[in-house]
């Protein structure tokens, strides 16, 4: 899942403010944020977790889902929920 997600960051990473490719690149680039952050969570014990570094979390969650749900009808969302479930060969 997240070298799909990385995939969508690099290719819209300079998408203009508002577009759909913006919002895309908002929803990738929280779930490869959020997904290694987990990571760090669940397996870095020396890693000690703020209230503050938690509401920036949630902030990036809020944004996402506002993103995702300006765009969930589009047909490049639905081309990303796909590239989640099923590996795009080259």
């Given at each position: 899942m ?28 929280a ?39 300006t ?9 990303y ?10």
């Amino acid at each position: 899942m997240s070298i799909a997600s990385n995939r969508r960051v690099a290719a819209y990473g300079n998408a203009p403010a508002g577009s759909t490719e913006f919002h895309l690149y908002s929803v990738a680039s929280a779930f490869s944020q959020l997904q290694e952050n987990r990571h760090i969570a669940d397996y870095d014990l020396s890693k000690t977790w703020s209230s503050a570094d938690v509401a920036l979390e949630i902030g990036l969650v809020e944004q996402a889902l506002t993103s995702w749900d300006t765009i969930r009808n589009e047909q490049i969302a639905q081309d990303y929920l796909f590239s989640l479930l099923f590996r795009e060969r080259s």
